[in-house]
């Protein structure tokens, strides 16, 4: 054929992966294959949680001390040329890569640097006290030098990143971590505050604030959107006081029958959904810290992946998302997570594909038909991910892919 034209439009503007970086280190050549596969199957933003308690790989140019702290080896960092590569790599493939520097926890390694009080509880035991996993660690919303330091990083991460919308992270803040610090709760009571839950959500909300007027003057005196994660910030009662629907915009990873998601929805924030039992790709392996499986099992195949459709979450919530509904327009997307405790680049293709390949056709087309229709497809999409050099899981004996139609139960 001569001349061809297509119409095409995707059903939801954001589609994304989340590769965690902090836990074990990726190199630029696995990230931007993981780049091609998205750019193959119409994903459109690259999220790049950069750093976490484990290790700093991201090189700052204000503070190199934090990588050269925090990073596992001097090989193992991100510098500015690096993420330019990246950056300027997924530009040409229509990918955004959007940037996440998650604080006020998940934080510890690379900190080290800035003397005492700017955290708090790092690498503190037993660790279950403190935070989720080890090693522990929380910023000191106290210490004035904390966003001295955090606004050097975010502009060196406004210099580098060409996004349109910034994830500030904000997930598993520990009040018994904060509780620890002598400093904090002197601080606190200074300012006439107890020592309740309610108290450590309004210093919470009080570290938020000037952390986001920091992402402010580092993007040239510019509001952007804000990407967090669901927490105790996020909940019913707290939502209200402390963050603006124009401002913020909320990332599930509670599962998709979660009643907070329509309360969301209900006050008015975008949405992206990353609900853990559809979209969490480290989930059903052996555990790490314990005996069994890992806390979010079982494994997740690619069929309910496919069938998380994030309308119809909505719909079984109570919440009207039918064509010209407000809270239709609220709902932006998903994203399908990777965290990275168990998994390095020998691992990370077959994680990732051809998986989420499933949550691309969903997101693009979101079909009437169930996951039977769409076999065939993802066999042979799988196939042409291994032919771009994507390493990508095997579903089904390759029989099946030679007799279309002849491998789904009938029954």
């Not at 210099?159 to 509780?179: K, P, Q, T, Y």
């Not at 992946?305 to 919440?319: K, S």
Request: glycine share 8%.
């Amino acid at each position: 054929m001569r001349d061809v034209n297509i119409t095409d439009s995707p059903a939801f503007p954001f589609r994304a992966l989340v590769l965690d970086t902090a836990r074990n280190y990726f190199s630029v050549a696995s990230i931007k294959r993981t780049i091609d596969g998205m750019a193959a199957s119409k994903l459109n933003t690259f999220h790049w949680h950069l750093t976490d308690s484990h290790s700093f790989p991201f090189q700052s140019s204000t503070y190199p001390q934090l990588s050269q702290y925090g990073a596992y080896t001097p090989q193992q960092i991100y510098t500015p040329q690096d993420i330019t590569s990246v950056v300027e790599y997924a530009r040409a493939r229509g990918v955004r890569v959007l940037p996440e520097f998650d604080a006020p926890a998940h934080v510890g390694e690379g900190w080290q640097w800035a003397g005492p009080n700017v955290t708090v509880c790092v690498n503190a035991q037993p660790w279950n006290k403190y935070c989720v996993e080890p090693p522990c660690g929380q910023l000191n919303p106290t210490n004035d030098t904390v966003y001295e330091i955090l606004g050097g990083i975010y502009h060196d991460i406004f210099a580098l990143f060409d996004s349109d919308m910034f994830h500030m992270g904000g997930d598993e803040v520990n009040f018994e971590c904060w509780r620890s610090s002598l400093d904090i709760v002197n601080w606190m009571t200074s300012q006439g505050m107890g020592q309740t839950n309610d108290d450590y959500l309004q210093l919470w909300d009080m570290f938020q604030k000037k952390a986001y007027m920091k992402v402010v003057e580092a993007n040239g005196g510019n509001e952007i959107p804000i990407v967090l994660w669901t927490s105790h910030l996020t909940a019913e009662g707290a939502i209200d006081k402390y963050l603006d629907n124009e401002i913020y915009i909320i990332q599930i990873w509670t599962t998709g029958r979660d009643a907070a998601i329509a309360n969301l929805v209900n006050k008015g924030f975008r949405v992206i959904f990353s609900n853990y039992d559809a979209l969490y790709f480290d989930c059903g392996f052996g555990a790490w810290v314990a005996e069994g499986n890992n806390w979010c099992s079982p494994y997740i195949g690619w069929h309910k992946v496919y069938m998380n459709n994030p309308y119809t979450l909505l719909t079984n919530l109570g919440v009207d998302v039918s064509p010209g509904t407000a809270a239709r327009e609220l709902v932006l997307g998903a994203e399908a997570a990777l965290w990275t405790e168990q998994v390095d680049e020998s691992s990370l293709d077959g994680r990732f594909w051809p998986r989420a390949a499933a949550m691309a056709e969903r997101l693009w087309s979101n079909p009437d038909e169930g996951w039977q229709q769409a076999e065939y497809r993802m066999l042979a999409h799988r196939e042409r991910l291994v032919q771009r050099g994507i390493q990508s899981e095997a579903l089904e004996p390759q029989w099946c892919y030679q007799n279309e139609g002849s491998c789904p139960s009938q029954g």
